[in-house]
């Protein structure tokens, strides 16, 4: 059983590596842009809640910014 886990654990080592590049910088931009915009809240939620990308994305997605709109 123990050769089990340890193999399992080698096929996953690739995906977890990429999720976490992905969680990574998905992170930073998301609290770059929120730190940018005076958004302290969302700076601190994005930093203190791990949620494989998908809180990041989430806020860059309520707050992309328009064509028309300047930083």
Not at 7 to 14: A, I
Not at 42 to 66: D, E, M, Q, S
Request: hydrophobic fraction near 50%.
């Amino acid at each position: 059983m123990e050769t089990q886990t340890a193999e399992w654990y080698h096929h996953m080592l690739p995906f977890i590596i990429v999720l976490t590049i992905f969680e990574l910088g998905m992170k930073l931009i998301a609290m770059w842009r929120a730190g940018r915009k005076n958004q302290l809240a969302w700076f601190i939620v994005i930093g203190l809640i791990n949620t494989a990308g998908i809180l990041p994305i989430i806020y860059l997605i309520l707050n992309r910014k328009n064509k028309t709109e300047e930083d």
